[in-house]
């Protein structure tokens, strides 16, 4: 058998692993009732003390996992047991905010826990197992390497600015090529990705927490790693006095860079993750949908357009009706793009992009792309023309009531229904958007894209991302996911609890009395 570069380290590191007994969810939640109910009639306050925990696994559904990773694993050599205990372990893990290095020891030390993992207290894997599982779902080599320091950058940049894209008219040509077909189905995150499709929010779909249509927010957002910016000395040259000598230097996160964070307005080391979202408004719900870590320097304009494309591969069931997003999307690129999958968009105008206007110039509008009346109010949107016209309607704001006084009524429209100006979004896609900007729809859309960030919050803050010190771009890709398992699984186990269709004193046969 052939080996690349990578399975080769695999190989030396552990040899090569079949993909062996898989117990199913059904035997899982069989096996964890019949530990705990026992437990129950003894010391039912050891499980009242894991109530949410024990709940949360107990619904987690990974029966559609071993389709995804079977064929990452060899048809010969050690078979592995245990994998989807070790993936639940680590949603686990995630949840209570421990780390690896001391996972192993609350496990042996707490039956209750040990349990609902899926172990038995004479089987539980090592670290070293944990890390296989990451290696083998996303195949990055990440060992250190011997790379010149790059100084952080002085020059500030700016609060709420973010750095320009490095190769001018990028995004542009992205498009061209997405509209072409081109998909990036190499990228070392695409099984991690579907693993959260199809396992995760799968779920969420079926239990209506995800609609089949849905209007969706893309975000940046700033990770740090948890190696060091400034390498490890591999040369003498201390020793002759020099302390800042320029040779090489070995970096244990050797794709880490440096990139600037325009909310605190300071440079950080890492990454940037770029996470698609979406609000469920009758449930109040904010759902992670899509996660993707780039380099630290990349600007989200290109993100947002990678991002759009590989979420529509990966849930060709899900119909997006708009896409809402801050000033960084605000490019004409992102536009065509979006309009030649027939999606809303909600963006921001950048300060910068004023007066880059593609209008006929007899239309006055102001900067959101609002027509002006002779009488220099701002017209009233007054709906959208379908595909027969395709034009947006405004109607006079002073017979709409939303303007007391206006100077050009002699001289502009005699009809008692007033002045009416129509703009076609094949105009100026930028301007005038099919929601038309400044109307109470296109608010109350953009208002949605703080789900975006609330999203942001619950992964980094909530479920100790930011403060993880996890290092390579590989296992925080990985950890970010699992804390975006975490978010669905609460939101699961409330509609669950809501509907009447799980209740945890009756699975686990505990008395009420108790």
């Known amino acids: 058998m052939e080996m690349d570069g990578f399975s080769r380290y695999i190989f030396i590191k552990g040899g090569f692993f079949m993909l062996g007994f898989w117990r199913s969810h059904a035997e899982y939640q069989s096996f964890v009732v019949s530990e705990l109910s026992r437990v129950a009639l003894i010391n039912p306050s050891a499980l009242f003390e894991y109530e949410t925990e024990i709940s949360k696994l107990y619904i987690l559904d990974l029966d559609g996992l ?123 995150e695409i099984i991690l990705q579907k693993i959260f499709a199809d396992v995760c929010v799968k779920q969420s779909i079926n239990l209506g927490l995800v609609n089949q249509t849905i209007s969706i927010s893309g975000d940046g957002t700033c990770i740090k790693t948890g190696a060091s910016s400034f390498g490890v000395k591999t040369c003498e040259c201390s020793k002759s006095g020099n302390y800042h000598c320029d040779c090489t230097r070995k970096f244990a996160d050797p794709n880490a860079t440096w990139g600037w964070d325009s909310h605190k307005d300071q440079w950080f080391y890492g990454y940037t993750g770029y996470f698609i979202s979406t609000y469920n408004k009758v449930l109040k719900l904010d759902l992670p949908l899509y996660l993707r870590l780039v380099d630290a320097k990349r600007h989200d304009s290109i993100s947002a357009v990678v991002a759009l494309a590989e979420f529509k591969d990966l849930y060709p069931n899900i119909t997006i009706d708009t896409f809402i997003s801050d000033s960084a999307s605000d490019n004409y690129p992102t536009y065509e793009l979006l309009d030649h999958w027939n999606i809303n968009a909600v963006i921001a105008l950048n300060s910068h992009n004023k007066g880059n206007f593609k209008y006929p110039p007899h239309l006055a509008i102001d900067e959101n792309g609002v027509p002006i009346c002779p009488g220099g109010n701002k017209m009233v949107a007054h709906g959208f023309c379908g595909a027969d016209r395709c034009r947006l309607k405004w109607r006079c704001p002073r017979v709409l009531g939303k303007s007391e006084v206006c100077n050009a009524c002699k001289i502009c429209s005699k009809s008692a229904y007033g002045r009416v100006i129509y703009t076609k979004p094949s105009w100026d896609l930028r301007l005038f958007t099919k929601i038309p900007r400044g109307s109470e729809r296109w608010k109350l859309k953009m208002n949605e894209r703080t789900a975006a960030e609330r999203v942001n919050n619950r992964i980094l803050n909530n479920y100790g991302i930011e403060n993880s010190k996890a290092r390579g771009k590989k296992r925080i890709s990985f950890f970010t996911t699992i ?20 209740d945890f004193r009756s699975v686990f046969n505990i008395s009420q009395a108790a």
């Open 66 to 188: 071993k389709n995804i990773i079977s064929p990452h694993y060899s048809y010969t050599g050690r078979p592995s047991n245990v994998q989807p205990e070790i993936f639940r372990s680590l949603v686990l893990m995630n949840h209570l905010r421990i780390p690896l290095d001391k996972w192993i020891t609350k496990l042996k030390n707490n039956f209750v826990l040990c349990t609902i993992a899926g172990f038995t207290p004479d089987n539980i894997p090592q670290v070293a197992s944990y890390y296989d599982f990451i290696n083998r779902i996303i195949k990055l080599d990440e060992r250190p390497k011997l790379k010149n320091k790059k100084r952080k950058p002085s020059k500030k940049i700016g609060k709420g600015k973010k750095l320009p894209p490095k190769h001018p008219n990028i995004v542009a040509r992205l498009v061209k090529k997405i509209i072409q077909g081109r998909r990036l189905d190499n990228r070392p």
């Open 483 to 502: 804390a975006a398992f975490n978010v669905h699984l609460d939101a699961q186990l409330a509609k669950l609890k809501s509907d009447k269709a799980f």
